[in-house]
């Protein structure tokens, strides 16, 4: 089976984009089967089922997205199986920006709006830094010009990726992803993630309401930049 994780900022066009690529695969006779992990609430899933695909939803609710879908890696593969797929399609929501929530042997796709700014490349992190592709959309909003300094940005952030320019209402970029991930090949063996997620939990993710630092353990970053471990 081939493991293709798309990620990207919230309203980047992940969706409409992958939409249009099972379309190219299933026209290719190949057999995609689909996860989406989302924050609160989503209804893509009903989206998706028009295409003919087995589709599952998971819901990360207090708990950061990418962190879910990394948790429930094995679960969403033996999922796939069952369903009769050869292609798992994980879409997760990607909000932090630190986090990358790819696994080595996938195919890491990171989907990147156009109109967010020249700069924005350079504020994503790992989860551009360590894709495979980057798929630029909405290019059709902005000058030709601007097109191209956003893909100059990308290759300043990550030389080594494949650049995709795409559009989710036409469908425009689809085909080239659609190859892409045919020509991926199959996982197998142990994965490992490419990059480490966030140095650790602090007493915020764990609760702490209170804001006077003295209430707060784990590693602590000030704002001058000094980072130090306060607990046990």
């Known amino acids: 089976m081939k493991m293709v994780v798309v990620a990207g900022t919230p309203g980047s066009g992940k969706t409409s984009v992958l939409m249009h ?13 689909l ?9 893509d899933d009903i989206r998706f089922k028009r295409l003919g695909v087995p589709v599952a939803v998971g819901l990360s609710r207090d708990m950061c997205p990418d962190h ?40 890491a796709v990171c989907v990147i709006d156009v109109t967010t700014g020249p700069n924005s490349p350079l504020k994503v992190g790992p989860l551009l830094t360590t894709a495979d592709a980057a798929v630029m959309t909405k290019g059709d909003l902005v000058s030709q010009a601007e ?17 995709i320019e795409a559009n989710g209402l ?19 063996g142990e994965m490992v993630l490419r990059h480490n997620p966030p140095l650790a939990i602090c007493t915020l993710c764990t609760g ?12 602590l970053r000030h704002l001058d930049g000094f980072m130090e471990y306060s607990g046990e």
């Open 208 to 219: 702490e309401l209170r804001v006077s630092k003295e209430r707060h353990q784990g590693m």
């Open 68 to 107: 879910y879908a990394i948790y429930n890696v094995d679960d969403m593969l033996q999922w796939a199986e069952d369903q009769g797929a050869d292609i798992l399609l994980n879409e997760t929501a990607g909000l932090c920006l630190r986090c990358a929530p790819y696994p080595d042997k996938a195919l």
């Open 21 to 33: 690529a099972v379309k190219d695969l299933k026209k290719a006779e190949l057999n995609p089967a």
């Open 147 to 163: 097109r191209e300094v956003f893909r100059e940005r990308i290759l300043e952030a990550n030389s080594r990726c494949r650049i």
């Open 170 to 188: 036409s469908g425009k970029g689809s085909a080239e992803l659609a190859e892409l991930i045919r020509s991926w090949p199959d996982i197998s």
């Open 35 to 43: 996860v989406k992990i989302d924050c609160m609430w989503t209804e």
